[in-house]
């Protein structure tokens, strides 16, 4: 088993930053594929940015593509979210989420931390 645990959410005006940090346990962090995804209120959860275990290759979300950067530290287990240039269209609960496989569907990964929410003031 993996566990995830999320922070750095808060409360912040558009145009800030905010660094969301993920620290996982129960297995070697270099063998799992890194994900954020975020849940904004009465909509589906979707998929924001992702890093390879291998290569450290990213992928992100066309709407968050230029503001947001995923990166990890494998010496610290802990995947990080530097978001930039935050918008109230950005307000979620966001979530870490691990995979062992190198590509895994977005829609499923198979570790989820529980979220911690981000709060963009008009």
């Known amino acids: 088993q993996v566990q995830l645990v999320e922070s750095g959410g808060g409360l912040v005006q558009t145009g800030g930053s905010l660094r969301l940090s993920c620290t996982a346990s129960g297995r070697t962090f270099s063998s799992l594929t890194m994900g954020w995804f975020r849940q904004a209120q009465g909509k589906e959860r979707e998929f924001v940015a992702t890093?390879?275990?291998?290569?450290?290759?990213?992928d992100y979300a066309d709407s968050v593509k230029g503001r947001f950067a995923i990166s990890r530290d494998n010496a610290k287990n802990t995947v990080y979210l530097q978001m930039n240039s935050l918008k109230p269209e950005d307000t979620a609960v966001y979530y870490c989420?691990?995979?062992?496989?190198?590509?895994?569907?977005?829609?499923?990964?198979?570790?989820w931390g529980q979220g911690t929410q981000v709060t963009v003031s008009s």
């Open positions: 989420a691990a995979d062992p496989a190198l590509h895994p569907p977005r829609s499923k990964y198979d570790y």
């Open positions: 890093i390879k275990r291998i290569g450290g290759s990213t």
